[in-house]
């Protein structure tokens, strides 16, 4: 299940709710994961909502792209190493967390990388549902592994490889 809450009206330029029950669907796919009982809830809002979430939660008060919530901690502890697999609810739901999105960090990163701002919130979906599994790139050998399956995952979905300008 994917819910879709769009805080900023600027969202409503694009399909979003499409973009991301399709971005979420070949994450978990690509990953072998359940998407049937997967939860996932997306907030797409402004720079200023982004801003404050990442002050609050990260002590950085600045606008961000993306920020995930995970419901578990899945991260490998050796640098490079899969995650963990995500454990069903006792009723079989596989509760993996939130994502906030901000429109105009995506909007003016998509303008400067010459994509299209479909596109580019695409992969900024895919990535944050990635952390929630357990993925990130602070250390080197996790992000050439998430960066990878950043690639394979959008090529899936018909986007070219999002790491080259």
């Known amino acids: 299940m994917l819910e879709v809450q769009i805080e900023a009206p600027q969202w409503d330029k694009l399909p979003l709710e499409r973009l ?3 971005a979420m669907a070949a994450t978990l796919d690509h990953l072998k ?3 049937d009982n997967a939860s996932i809830s997306l907030m797409a809002c402004d720079d200023a909502r982004i801003a404050a979430l990442n002050e ?3 002590d950085k008060p600045a606008a961000t792209n993306v920020l995930s919530w995970p419901t578990a901690t899945l991260s490998a502890e050796v640098a490079g190493d899969m995650p963990l697999m995500p454990e069903p609810d006792f009723d079989g739901t596989l509760e993996l ?3 906030a999105i901000a429109y105009e960090t995506c909007a ?3 303008d400067e990388l010459g994509k299209t701002l479909e596109n580019h919130a695409t992969h900024l979906i895919v990535h944050g549902i990635l952390h929630l599994l357990g993925y990130d790139h602070i250390r080197d ?3 050439t592994l998430m960066q990878a399956l950043e690639i394979e995952i959008l090529g899936k ?3 070219d490889d999002p790491y080259i300008c």
Do not use: M, N, Q, S
């Open 33 to 35: 994961l359940p998407k």
């Open 108 to 110: 003016r990163e998509a």
């Open 20 to 22: 991301a029950t399709e």
């Open 141 to 143: 050998p996790d992000a």
């Open 97 to 99: 967390g939130d994502v």
């Open 157 to 159: 979905l018909g986007l």
């Open 56 to 58: 609050t939660f990260r």
